[in-house]
């Protein structure tokens, strides 16, 4: 079942209250995200850790494809 663009927006937020974060539904088909994260707590670590932590927020949802963008502030 798709998400919608607010609810991900949202449980991003939630999950990153000090950050920035943008949401673009890229086929508007709440089905094909991109998402870009800047948030302090990303400082320090990679990558991989950055997106684990988005992958981590958004668990027990199914997105059918996800583009992800982090950085740290």
Not at 39 to 60: E, T
Request: include cysteine; proline fraction near 3%; glycine fraction near 6%.
């Amino acid at each position: 079942m798709p998400i919608l663009k607010n609810d991900l927006e949202q449980l991003l937020k939630t999950a990153f209250p000090i950050g920035k974060v943008i949401v673009t539904d890229l086929a508007g088909d709440n089905d094909h995200y991109q998402v870009e994260v800047t948030c302090q707590s990303f400082q320090g670590l990679g990558r991989v850790q950055q997106h684990q932590k988005i992958y981590a927020a958004l668990k027990g949802y199914d997105i059918h494809a996800l583009a992800i963008k982090t950085q740290s502030q």
